[in-house]
């Protein structure tokens, strides 16, 4: 397999945290969103929506969305759970992630990151960091009772909202106020086979 990724993207490293905890081999391919490398006609005709991560498999399709590729490489491991309402649970969360959180969280973390202090997207922050503290909030009222989101195991869905979340404060987004989540993030980079974020996968 290999892996169309840019190393400083939350959705890329998801499938990277999975492919690590899997122990599956694979070859990552850098793409720089920065330069545009994502819009090619090369990379457009793998990826119509000109986005990563993008999974090519070893049959040479391709696979693209984050939480897609997390649901095919975890199918039939202990990522997913059995149960019928427990692998709706993961989906309701990875839906969250996508819908509620990663707008915000991720966001204005790649605005803080990626555009100068006088660029106009910099105007975004207030509403996009009012709306990652309502989910950070709902996160750790969730998190209050339970270890993990889904089931009381660690599953794909603390894989997708732990990638944006664990490096929200490099968007402007506390986390003293969540303790829950704090605690959450610790469980999740305690579980075996764990890799940070800018951590150069095989290239």
């Known amino acids: 397999m290999v892996l169309h990724d840019f190393l400083d993207s939350g959705n890329g490293y998801k499938i990277r945290l999975l492919l690590a905890q899997l122990g599956l081999p694979y070859r990552y391919h850098d793409v720089d969103i920065i330069k545009g490398e994502s819009r090619t006609p090369q990379f457009l005709a793998?990826?119509?929506?000109?986005?990563?991560?993008?999974?090519?498999?070893?049959?040479?399709?391709?696979?693209?969305?984050?939480?897609?590729?997390?649901?095919?490489?975890?199918?039939?491991?202990?990522?997913?759970?059995?149960?019928?309402?427990?692998?709706?649970?993961?989906?309701?969360?990875?839906?969250?992630e996508q819908y509620s959180h990663e707008p915000y969280v991720a966001t204005a973390r790649f605005i803080v990151r990626h555009f100068p202090a006088d660029s106009a997207r910099r105007a975004e922050l207030p509403q996009r960091l009012a709306r990652g503290r309502e989910a950070l909030a709902i996160m750790d009222a969730h998190l209050a009772t339970r270890s993990f989101f889904a089931d009381q195991r660690y599953s794909i869905a603390d894989i997708a909202l732990y990638a944006y979340t664990h490096v929200a404060e490099e968007g402007g987004l506390e986390l003293a106020p969540y303790p829950a989540v704090r605690a959450w993030l610790a469980r999740v980079a305690g579980q075996p086979r764990y890799v940070g974020l800018l951590d150069r996968p095989p290239a």
């Open 46 to 96: 793998k990826n119509p929506n000109g986005r990563i991560p993008l999974l090519e498999l070893p049959d040479g399709q391709f696979l693209a969305e984050s939480g897609a590729i997390l649901w095919y490489l975890a199918e039939a491991s202990a990522f997913i759970p059995a149960g019928r309402l427990a692998r709706a649970q993961v989906l309701q969360w990875m839906f969250f």
